[in-house]
């Protein structure tokens, strides 16, 4: 089966437990559940990773150079901030999309900008995590392509 890096930023882990205005009541493992039923009607294998650590999640989308036929991300803060995500989702020769749970142009300044948009073929934003799934349908057709 087609496979798919799922991959989640820094304090998304506590997706659901705090913030619930923000970013809703859904947990990481909820997401993750959701996902992983979905891609399973789409043909897609969905592996989910999140890490805390900027260096592990560019040796997560490098691991993916060889296992994964594209990437959906929630880079987290990281958007804002890492060339160096960046720099190694340049190095992955497939489709990647960008998930936001919430609407990023709708806050603070800083979140504004994303170094990730300049590599993903798609940014969702403001669809809460609902924005996975559908980045999902995307990535399906994207990789069938
Ligand atoms: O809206 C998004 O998905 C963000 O990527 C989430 C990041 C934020 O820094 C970006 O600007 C937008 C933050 C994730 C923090 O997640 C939490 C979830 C629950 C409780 C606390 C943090």
Redesign the pocket.
């Given at each position: 089966m087609t496979q798919i890096l799922l991959l989640n930023?820094?304090?998304?882990n506590?997706?659901?437990?705090?913030?619930p205005e923000?970013?809703g009541r859904e947990t990481l493992a909820d997401v993750v559940a959701a996902c992983t039923a979905l891609g399973a009607e789409l043909g897609l294998k969905v592996v989910a990773k999140q890490s805390n650590h900027e260096g592990a999640m560019v040796d997560y989308i490098h691991a993916a150079r060889d296992n994964a036929a594209g990437i959906v991300i929630?880079?987290?803060?990281y958007?804002?901030t890492s060339v160096a995500i960046l720099d190694a989702l340049m190095a992955f020769d497939g489709p990647v999309l960008e998930?936001?749970?919430?609407n990023?142009h709708k806050?603070e300044a800083f979140?504004h900008h994303s170094y990730v948009s300049a590599r993903a073929e798609g940014v969702i934003?403001g669809f809460g995590t609902e924005g996975y799934l559908l980045a999902l349908r995307r990535m399906a057709t994207l990789v069938k392509k």
């Open positions: 930023g820094p304090n998304l506590l997706l659901g437990l705090r913030q923000i970013y929630n880079p987290g803060a958007s804002h998930v936001h749970i919430s990023i806050r979140r934003c």
